[in-house]
């Protein structure tokens, strides 16, 4: 089973601030998928990023893929209250000619206005 | 367009009570479907899925089922609960494109507190 570690797992920034969240594993990923999960909600997904070295834009957030497609980072520009939230990273593994996705435990972000 | 209801949005139960959440797509045929319980704002654990009618996986021993009488409808069940099964049920469904990276789509969860 692929363990998807997440770094950190509580962040606390002011608005305006910066800040970089990490996704990693021992294994290569097949792909990968950031989502956004507020209180009480389901997740949303934010991204799927599939190729080493791919990198997305998302407005203020920038998505990048290791070349060695074991590790993933989220940056986020200028973070906002709105942006305050649960990240997690999933990746799929195969099972019965399907595709299982599996999480890591998620960054708790929280920007104070 | 595809959405995804899911049912209640909170529920507090007494210990060894039963318990039935359901969830429906619509918008969609054949998805596959998973159930992923989330504690305290953390990582999702799956707990079930499924590919197709009747086709139930569990990934993890339990006291907790699953059923998926139709195509679109997901249900997951508890004969007795436990104090442990206290937690944040989401289910969700991706399209059965065989692909790797298809998203999945969750309800906005259950919120089940057993007492």
């Known amino acids: 089973t692929q363990l998807l570690e997440q770094s950190p797992q509580f962040l606390s920034i002011q608005e305006g601030e910066n800040l970089t969240v990490y996704c990693n594993s021992s294994s290569v990923f097949s792909s990968l998928q950031w989502y956004r999960q507020e209180p009480g909600e389901g997740p949303v997904l934010l991204v799927t990023?599939?190729?080493?070295?791919e990198v997305k834009k998302l407005k203020r957030l920038t998505f990048q893929f290791g070349d060695a497609r074991k590790d993933s980072s989220l940056h986020i520009t200028a973070a906002q209250p709105g942006d305050t939230g649960l990240y997690l990273c999933a990746s799929s593994r195969p099972s019965g000619g399907s595709y299982i996705p599996t999480f890591g435990r998620g960054t708790s972000l929280i920007v104070h206005p | 367009s595809q959405t995804i209801h899911q049912w209640p949005a909170t529920l507090v139960q007494p210990v060894g009570s039963p318990l039935s959440l359901e969830c429906t797509v619509e918008g969609t045929s054949n998805p596959n479907l998973y159930w992923y319980r989330q504690a305290a704002g953390r990582g999702l654990q799956l707990l079930f899925y499924s590919v197709g009618i009747g086709q139930i996986s569990s990934e993890v021993p339990q006291n907790l089922s699953a059923s998926r009488p139709q195509d679109r409808q997901f249900i997951l069940s508890s004969k007795k609960l436990l104090l442990s099964d206290s937690g944040f049920y989401l289910c969700a469904w991706s399209p059965r494109t065989g692909i790797f990276n298809s998203p999945l789509h969750f309800g906005n969860g259950t919120r089940l507190t057993v007492t």
């Open positions: 990023v599939v190729t080493g070295g």
